[in-house]
């Protein structure tokens, strides 16, 4: 073998081997638990150590499994969260731009995706926000992820609206809003009746809607999201070429400061157009304020 077929062929190697890894990422049931302290000012006592387990993006589709996702949901579990949230994008939503079989949303997905997340409990409860996938394929879609995740998992909804929760004495809110692509998506709806100084957590599927915060001056401690999959390929020494976000890179992942406020953007646990993840790995989250 001369010096260019050794060059032609180690490169294909790094390629095929490259996408192997991609695929089994994608695909082998492997997922990170992350566990992330949040510090919030002037927490009360009593919310202290509180665990909010936060699973997102699941994509329940041909291209994303079942154990994939009860995978996820297993080792949030594993932590013995106080409360999760679930910040949207249940399944893949029908699309003009995917079509077929990719782009195509089936009720046989829903249904895999609230068995794989039939073992969700916590003693808090369990709280859910829509992303946009979960409203690409219609209102009559929406309404059977809603009715049937609410049923078989015990979701309680935050669209446009919030509740206070209570422990030890101690309470904070907990708001919601739909996905910030649509139109119905209202943060000042999501705000509407609470005290500005009390603690406020907001699950919101797109990081972008720190925009309007940041517009309206709401005072938000902590914001929850996931949408932009951590960039789902992330190719050595290029980076993410795409990430689905008005604000670049900023808001690909993990933990993001703005002044007092923070935002928290999971990798998520499914994937989007192909079963490949490359250096991005699959992500089940459980944050811990102190
Ligand atoms: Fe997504």
């Keep these: 073998m001369n010096r260019r077929d050794f060059l032609k062929y180690s490169f294909r190697g790094l390629i095929v081997a490259t996408l192997g890894k991609g695929y089994f990422n994608s695909t082998g049931a492997q997922v990170e638990l992350v566990r992330v302290p949040v510090r919030i000012k002037q927490l009360p006592a009593p919310l202290q150590g509180m665990k909010i387990g936060l699973l997102t993006d699941f994509h329940s589709s041909f291209i994303v499994s079942k154990d994939l996702i009860k995978a996820a949901a297993d080792l949030v579990m594993s932590e013995r969260p106080d409360i999760i949230v679930l910040t949207g994008d249940f399944i893949s939503g029908s699309t003009k731009f995917l079509s077929g079989s990719i782009g195509e949303f089936k009720l046989q997905y829903l249904e895999r995706c609230a068995i794989a997340l039939s073992q969700l409990k916590a003693p808090m409860g369990i709280y859910g926000v829509l992303g946009n996938h979960d409203f690409w394929s219609g209102s009559a879609s929406v309404k059977a992820i809603c009715d049937t995740l609410s049923k078989r ?54 990081p972008d809607i720190n925009d309007d915060i940041s517009l309206s001056k709401e005072r938000i401690d902590l914001v929850l999201s996931g949408h932009t999959h951590g960039g789902q390929v992330v190719v050595p020494f ?25 935002t928290y953007v999971s990798r998520g646990v499914g994937c989007l157009l192909a079963p490949v993840r490359l250096n991005c790995m699959p992500e089940a989250t459980v944050l811990t304020l102190t």
């Design 153 to 206: 998992v015990g979701v309680t909804w935050l669209r446009n609206t919030n509740v206070e929760l209570k422990k030890s004495g101690a309470s904070f809110h907990l708001l919601g809003v739909d996905d910030y692509w649509e139109s119905s998506c209202s943060l000042s709806a999501a705000c509407e009746g609470i005290n500005r100084d009390s603690i406020k957590i907001l699950l919101s599927h797109n």
């Design 238 to 262: 290029i980076g993410q070429p795409v990430i689905p976000s008005k604000f670049g890179q900023k808001y690909r992942q993990g933990l993001v400061r703005d002044e007092e406020r923070q």
